[in-house]
């Protein structure tokens, strides 16, 4: 009994269509404050990455294989004409400092000028902070746990049936325990209730065991229940290290046969800046092994404990001293004590309500010729939700003279080359005028791209008029 039930969940933990793919929220999520409501969505194959829970592939989806193609005769990249500088800040913005940099509304005069004025030109250092709920410390790890070595699975045992006595997950699974468990919640931090949902017709014991392992996860100010999950979030690290390390050699092998592997986070356009990205969950794992430049400082922020156990746990074994993971609601950061070099989000709105509002305010945390990168999976969803909900916020940032670069993943051209869609926006180093009929056009080149390619390569658009 106990090897069908771990069958069954395995099953279960394994998406059941490579058409599948959700869109909204999900509880265990980066930043997530409230919980949304997911919904699933179809799409055509050419134009969405579906990697399975439990493969490499599903951490690093652009890495482990090449780019879909999707538009191969499609030249959208575009890199508007620059501006001509109308007016440099007044030198006496120059002592403006952090705390007095109140501005009355994201994108203000006064908001740009502090901007400009805190940035120095030195290495930037800029710690996150939060304002909400703190969060009770975890109990002490122990040798194995705090050191480079997995925990075993008796400490995992051990460790679970403190934070919940009640379950039966451990008899159920037997010594498969630790597997269901953390491709449970693996799969949980990414879909959310929608997990839940396709379980609903498995055996029931099998459902009871995915619920106790999500309420275990969501108890986030339960010592023993965070605990559990920090154990499990490591051992995971472990786990996908010997994968990493596959596609390490595999990539080394398409590179030597002349093939090209995007990536996946932009370079920082200012060495030695710092770079927040915003939501990246367990993918940052193939990241923090392969994509990070040297000198640049990143920030992985990540609402869920087991998530940010993981990221610490993958950046010790890359011996990435440049990475951290840090646990933060995302509607609750702070602005930083020095401007940002890159601020990068992947579908931090379908994840946390309210998030496109925040960034509006986060822009202001960018210096001078840093950027904001936005970024999706090439799926007509995701693309729909980025033009709804980040389109007013680009467009007001072009009409600043903020430059404007998109490319789509697997399009050739300059900014075609991620394996992810991608908008770049880099703020002007002195204050420039565009009229808004010049940010609309830019930003409309863009929409027109975006449904050329769900008419021209989605015969599925239609379902998402």
């Known amino acids: 009994m106990k090897k069908i039930a771990a069958l069954i969940l395995t099953a279960a933990l394994v998406p059941a269509s490579a058409w599948a793919q959700v869109r909204g929220g999900a509880t265990g999520q980066a930043g997530l404050g409230t919980v949304a409501a997911p919904t699933p969505v179809v799409s055509g194959p050419a134009l969405q990455i579906t990697p399975s829970a439990l493969t490499a592939a599903f951490l690093s989806p652009a890495l ?46 006064q908001a740009r000028a502090a901007g400009n004025a805190l940035f120095d030109g030195t290495v930037l250092s800029a710690p996150a902070a939060g304002d909400g709920p703190s969060v009770p410390a975890s109990a002490p790890e122990d040798r194995r746990s705090s050191g480079l070595s997995p925990p075993t699975n008796d400490e995992l045992v051990a460790a679970y049936r403190q934070a919940a006595p009640q379950s039966r997950a451990v008899e159920n699974f037997g010594r498969d325990f630790v597997a269901m468990a953390a491709g449970a919640v693996q799969k949980y931090t990414f879909m959310g209730n929608y997990f839940l949902e396709g379980l609903k017709s498995a055996p029931l014991e099998i459902y009871r065991a995915a619920t106790d392992f999500i309420s275990t996860h969501d108890k986030r100010e339960d010592a023993p229940s965070r605990r559990f999950m920090e154990l499990l979030g490591r051992w995971n690290a472990f786990q996908d290290h010997a994968k990493e390390q596959m596609i390490a050699m595999r990539i080394a092998m398409m590179k030597r046969l002349g093939q090209t592997v995007p990536r996946n986070l932009p370079p920082s356009p200012i060495p030695g800046g710092e770079y927040w990205d915003m939501a990246a969950g367990m993918n940052a794992q193939g990241f923090i092994h392969r994509e990070l430049e040297p000198g640049v400082n990143y920030s992985f922020f990540d609402y869920s404990p087991f998530v940010v156990s993981y990221l610490k746990t993958a950046a010790e074994l890359a011996g990435a001293k440049n990475a951290t993971a840090v646990e933060a609601d995302l509607l609750q950061l702070k602005r930083p004590a020095k401007p940002l070099a890159v601020l ?88 420039v005028e565009k009229t808004a009929a010049e940010a609309a056009r830019q930003w409309s080149s863009y929409e027109r791209a975006v449904q050329y390619l769900e008419r021209s390569f989605n015969p599925f658009a239609g379902l998402f008029r």
Do not use: C
Not at 95 to 105: F, H, S
């Open 64 to 109: 482990a294989a090449p780019a879909p193609l999707i538009a191969p005769a499609l030249a959208v990249a575009v890199k508007p004409a620059a501006a001509t500088p109308a007016k440099i800040a007044p030198a006496a913005l120059a002592a403006i400092t952090p705390a007095a940099a109140k501005p009355e509304k994201p994108g203000s005069e």
């Open 344 to 431: 990068r989000t992947k579908n931090a709105v379908h994840y946390v309500p309210g998030f496109d509002k925040k960034l509006e305010t986060m822009t202001d945390w960018i210096a001078p010729g840093g950027q904001m990168i936005i970024q999706n999976d090439p799926n007509p969803a995701q693309r729909s939700m980025i033009i709804e909900k980040h389109g007013p916020l680009a467009r007001r940032l072009i009409a600043e003279g903020w430059e404007f670069e998109y490319g789509f993943s697997g399009s050739p051209g300059e900014w075609g080359g991620y394996a992810l869609d991608t908008i770049v926006l880099t703020r002007p180093k002195a204050a």
